[in-house]
């Protein structure tokens, strides 16, 4: 992972030297974000904790100005940034990350952003791949201006 985020890093470095405004970060994945949630001892022990911290580390501790931090705004929030019975951010995740690329930007920006909450009931991948037809019922986030959104 260090390597990838070296070569995010020397990319941006060429785009920002074009003139043009960069920014890049590395999306967490659940085990990064909910380790606290992690059933009981990893499978690889001392290994696995050892794997998670310099995970932690190389996402939330780059020092590039142009990398993006999200791990902490994951773990900081009150509201489900994952799906249960999926790898995938829920539509809060998504909003988490997207007011921090505004606020990143343009703290104005940033200070503009703006949704509402609510649930929707849906199968998730990963119970879909198990043969398991039970919907989760999850947090949404819905930008709450003119922007539409739509599920694809």
């Given at each position: 992972?260090?390597?990838?985020?070296?070569?995010?890093?020397?990319l941006?470095?060429?785009i920002?030297?074009?003139?043009?405004?960069?920014?890049?970060?590395?999306?967490?994945?659940?085990?990064?974000?909910?380790?606290?949630d992690?059933?009981?001892?990893?499978?690889?022990?001392?290994?696995?904790?050892?794997g998670?911290?310099?995970?932690?580390?190389?996402?939330?501790?780059?020092a590039d100005?142009?990398?993006?931090?999200?791990?902490?705004?994951?773990?900081?929030?009150?509201?489900?940034?994952?799906?249960?019975?999926?790898?995938?951010?829920?539509?809060?995740?998504?909003s988490?990350?997207?007011?921090?690329?505004?606020?990143?930007?343009?703290?104005?920006?940033?200070?503009?952003?703006?949704y509402?909450?609510?649930?929707?009931?849906?199968?998730?991948?990963?119970?879909?791949?198990?043969?398991?037809?039970?919907?989760?019922?999850?947090?949404?986030?819905?930008?709450?201006?003119?922007?539409?959104?739509?599920?694809?």
């Amino acid at each position: 992972m260090s390597r990838s985020l070296a070569a995010y890093a020397k990319l941006a470095k060429v785009i920002r030297r074009s003139g043009r405004e960069v920014v890049f970060t590395l999306a967490p994945n659940k085990s990064a974000v909910l380790s606290g949630d992690l059933p009981g001892q990893p499978p690889h022990g001392v290994c696995d904790v050892q794997g998670l911290a310099a995970q932690d580390q190389l996402l939330e501790r780059s020092a590039d100005p142009d990398f993006l931090p999200l791990v902490a705004l994951l773990r900081r929030s009150a509201r489900q940034v994952y799906w249960c019975s999926d790898q995938h951010w829920t539509t809060v995740g998504g909003s988490v990350f997207a007011r921090a690329l505004a606020a990143h930007l343009s703290p104005r920006l940033g200070r503009q952003q703006r949704y509402t909450y609510g649930t929707e009931t849906r199968l998730g991948v990963m119970n879909q791949a198990l043969g398991i037809s039970t919907p989760e019922t999850l947090q949404t986030a819905h930008p709450a201006d003119r922007v539409k959104v739509r599920t694809a």
